[in-house]
């Protein structure tokens, strides 16, 4: 099985702050890596799919970047809205796996 | 406007089961495969099942190997899962989703409000 391991899995930051999640697998994945952002009580929401394409809606305050074994996820100015837990998933081979999260909150 | 909505969810004694649906609109149904994914309380997300769009190829992720069976009715735009031999440990919100898949892109797209079962004495 793939293993994806999240860094940090948890991070206080202020409104404007520029915050980078790393995701790291066990073994490569090429491109199939998803980001996630998740709000308590709530569905996850899609924000990035192939390491590296917003999906439409998404902020472009949002990037993500990588491939093989090691991706990124950065918000280049947080917002209020922005404060979630974020997730990675890896879509290259079955078992699905996601990492453990990462819990985003405000300073 | 895609919708996914599940059902199902509630109150299980340990070793009982629960049938979950996932009522899909707004999109080809039979078009996309589907998935089933939890979160334990306070917990991160767990994958538990994928199924094609045809029905024909099914996945299960080991910890509900052999106790859960994903299925699907395209006639009617739902999808289900089968939930046998009940654990504490199983007890979760249960989201289902759809899965884009087109070459090199892959992603759960839209997700339901999740349905939560609790598998307690």
């Known amino acids: 099985d793939i293993q994806l391991t999240q860094s940090p899995s948890f991070l206080s930051a202020s409104v404007g702050d520029r915050v980078t999640i790393t995701c790291r697998a066990s073994q490569g994945i090429s491109s199939y890596l998803v980001w996630y952002q998740q709000k308590p009580g709530k569905a996850p929401k899609l924000l990035i799919h192939a390491a590296s394409t917003l999906q439409s809606g998404v902020p472009s305050r949002f990037s993500g970047s990588g491939s093989g074994t090691e991706f990124t996820l950065t918000v280049s100015s947080l917002q209020p809205e922005d404060f979630a837990t974020y997730y990675c998933q890896q879509l290259r081979s079955y078992p699905i796996t996601f990492g453990q999260g990462t819990r985003l909150e405000i300073k | 406007e895609v919708q996914l909505l599940e059902s199902g969810g509630g109150l299980v004694q340990p070793g009982g089961s629960l049938r979950l649906s996932c009522a899909g609109s707004g999109f080809t149904f039979s078009s996309y495969a589907m998935n089933w994914v939890r979160q334990a309380p306070s917990k991160g997300l767990e994958w538990v099942s994928t199924?094609?769009?045809?029905?024909?190829?099914?996945y299960y992720a080991d910890s509900v190997k052999g106790r859960f069976t994903i299925s699907r009715d395209n006639s009617k735009n739902t999808l289900y899962l089968q939930m046998n031999s009940l654990r504490a440990e199983d007890t979760a919100v249960y989201y289902c989703?759809?899965?884009?898949?087109?070459?090199?892109?892959?992603?759960?797209?839209?997700w339901g409000q999740g349905t939560l079962v609790t598998v307690s004495s």
């Open positions: 989703a759809n899965y884009f898949y087109a070459g090199g892109n892959r992603y759960f797209d839209y």
């Open positions: 199924i094609s769009g045809s029905g024909g190829n099914t």
